[in-house]
């Protein structure tokens, strides 16, 4: 459909939406147990906010107040209500985080510095399974165009989770966990349109079987338009998804099994200039989770999966594919009434396979490698309900590179009713990938010498401080301030020999630091006001000085500041209405202007179990870049967006 159509049709739903907002039918008696279930977030007192569950920190369930470090969750109800469209976008209201559009399929998502497509110090996993990938220690976002009314919470943990998750867990760990079979019994379909969503269709069923176990089935496709190009012209960065997936949960008792897998395929539009980005993807994953309560009243846990992605670059026949096979084994125990152990282990390999072409290739083409780890964790009550230390590590096997010793220290102090100090210290490491030990990359991009991987590439290091207070200040304001301190060594640079390559080294070090601010005021009764501020200074240099050109990966790859208010009300029953306005510093080493921008979601309920909104973002202030001097790809510059999304349940 050509733009002026897609936008009149666009128009002409808005209109009849606020037709039917002038005339609102009275709620019938049988709606309100609906009524109840889709409850807004602003009808959510602070404490109840502050009593989320939280799995990731831990491993294993407890309260976020409780929580001794860095951690944001977004609900279902706030993952509702942010008016995302991918997943990326629901994080940019995450103090410590910064989400950066390349074009229109790529981005940068990082925590606590070093964002770029490439950065590699935030494990990102849904449900346990670990999305990262060895090519290049990051996340391919455009392969997860998940549902996001399928999950149930993204919990953020900001700072280092290496002694629980392993290497890469170096700055953050970001945990998205979909909604169990149960909660999704019956049909939905959703159907969105828009200027730059060209049409998005999403249709799930969900039952029961006999014995009390429940499944869904789903199928999901997309089609985005292209954003622009710093002259104005389309950046040929459209993309398109499908997919098809299920999941199955038992019913509840001492044993549970959940079962979930996923096809998907699609591609990913780029500029050709000056390496053409464009890709052809694919992708499939089974994953299956064994809980098992034991006659002490413990808790064993058993989980695999395996996962395979493929990509390849139509321009040029350039594939790259990847197998991850994954065992995890955990056994949780209170050993007395003071002490929780956490212990277990995991056995992950890699498959990666590629077919070269005249501009990129590896060496060797192909590689396997087996990662394996023991980790433990004591969880110590001090002074019951005050004070609680958490001591653990985790010991992990990396080929080539010997064993890494990560551990963790944390306190919490309950200082007083509704006041939580916490503090940690711990060590954390990136384990080298395919870019950084394989690659041969013979065009343009980063300058005119072939960029070449070296085999000696050493793991990066990381040692950590942290604190916060967490406070519930009155019953209608909580407040959540988080500071740290982070030295680096043997981080990564590219140096140029000047003459016939570049090469990646382990030539760098340095400190970050920072401060993170969220609060959260219920201003009335449907009324809902949250912000956040994140600042942060870095102070990166040569650990020795180069022989020739060089340059730091990823320095200036994080803004010093970023701001964002939100405001979440409930103008009837039946409709809501949420804005978000975002502001975010300039970085100057990318050359990247600092910004403001403001985002809407409107939502009328239609009955007990359809709704209509409209969705637009990046409406205010000049268009603008999130991003910039990215090696391989072309800047653009995102458009204004707007959208219908029509969802109904049968």
């Not at 976002?141 to 280092?160: F, S």
């Not at 999941?247 to 990913?268: F, K, L, P, V």
Request: neutral net charge; contains cysteine.
């Amino acid at each position: 459909m050509p733009f002026k159509a897609r936008f009149s049709a666009l128009l002409a739903l808005a209109s009849c939406s606020a037709a039917c907002l002038l005339q609102e039918p009275a709620r019938a008696a049988g709606d309100e147990p609906v009524a109840a279930e889709l409850a807004s977030l602003s009808t959510l007192s602070i404490e109840e906010l502050l009593r989320t569950e939280v799995s990731s920190v831990l491993k294993h369930p407890s309260e976020l107040a409780q929580a001794p470090a860095a951690t944001t969750v977004l609900r279902r109800e706030d993952i509702q209500r942010l008016g995302a469209t991918t997943l990326p976008d629901l994080l940019r209201t995450v103090p410590g985080l910064h989400v950066a559009q390349i074009d229109g399929n790529k981005w940068g998502v990082s925590a606590r510095g070093f964002n770029g497509f490439f950065g590699g110090k935030l494990l990102v996993l849904i449900d346990g399974r670990s999305i990262y990938n060895s090519i290049y220690s990051g996340v391919f976002w455009d392969a997860y165009d998940i549902a996001l009314d399928d999950i149930a919470r993204i919990e953020v943990v900001r700072g280092p989770g290496a002694a629980l998750w392993g290497a890469n867990a170096v700055n953050g760990v970001i945990n998205i966990v979909t909604r169990s079979a149960h909660e999704t019994q019956g049909g939905q379909a959703t159907l969105a349109v828009g200027n730059v969503e060209k049409g998005m269709a999403n249709v799930r069923w969900g039952s029961t079987t006999e014995d009390g176990g429940a499944w869904r089935l789903y199928a999901r496709s997309r089609s985005r338009d292209d954003h622009q190009s710093l002259t104005g012209s389309g950046a040929g960065d459209t993309w398109r998804a499908d997919r098809i997936g299920f999941r199955a949960d038992s019913a509840a008792g001492s044993d549970t099994w959940m079962i979930n897998g996923e096809a998907y395929q699609g591609h990913s539009g780029g500029a050709p200039y000056p390496l053409s980005t464009a890709n052809d993807i694919s992708g499939q994953h089974l994953l299956g989770r064994l809980s098992r309560r034991l006659g002490d009243g413990s808790q064993l846990q058993v989980q695999s999966y395996v996962d395979h992605s493929w990509r390849r670059e139509p321009s040029s026949g350039a594939v790259l594919e990847e197998t991850v096979a994954d065992v995890d084994l955990q056994h949780t125990v209170n050993l007395n009434p003071a002490h929780r152990l956490v212990w277990g282990g995991g056995w992950r390999q890699y498959r990666f396979d590629s077919v070269s072409s005249a501009k990129l290739s590896f060496s060797p083409v192909s590689s396997q490698r087996t990662v394996t780890n023991l980790f433990v964790q004591d969880e110590w009550t001090v002074i019951p309900e005050t004070l609680q230390i958490i001591a653990g590590a985790k010991l992990e096997r990396v080929p080539d590179h010997g064993s890494e010793w990560q551990p963790n220290l944390r306190a919490v102090w309950n200082a007083a009713a509704g006041h939580t100090l916490w503090a940690g210290t711990a060590r954390a490491v990136r384990s080298p990938n395919q870019v950084d030990t394989a690659i041969r990359f013979n065009g343009p991009g980063v300058g005119p010498l072939p960029a070449v991987g070296n085999p000696a590439f050493r793991p990066e290091r990381l040692r950590s401080l942290e604190a916060g207070w967490r406070a519930q200040l009155t019953p209608n304001l909580s407040s959540d301030v988080s500071v740290y301190q982070n030295h680096y060594k043997d981080l990564q640079t590219i140096e140029f020999d000047g003459a016939s390559s570049m090469m990646y080294f382990n030539n760098a070090q340095g400190r970050t630091r920072g401060l993170e601010w969220a609060l959260d005021w219920q201003a009335a009764a449907h009324w809902q006001l949250r912000g956040g501020f994140t600042l942060y200074r870095e102070a990166l240099d040569y650990s020795s000085r180069p022989v020739g050109p060089a340059l730091i990966s990823f320095q200036g790859g994080f803004p010093r500041e970023q701001l964002f208010i939100r405001s979440l009300w409930d103008l009837s029953r039946n409709q809501r209405l949420d804005l978000t306005w975002r502001g975010v510093g300039p970085m100057d080493q990318r050359g990247v202007a600092g910004y403001g921008t403001f985002d809407l979601r409107w939502t009328r309920r239609l009955d007990r179990r359809s709704e209509v909104s409209l969705i637009g973002r990046n409406l205010l202030g000049p268009k603008h870049r999130e991003f910039g001097d990215q090696p391989f790809f072309q800047e653009t510059v995102l458009r204004r967006e707007l959208s219908v999304v029509l969802s109904w349940g049968f």
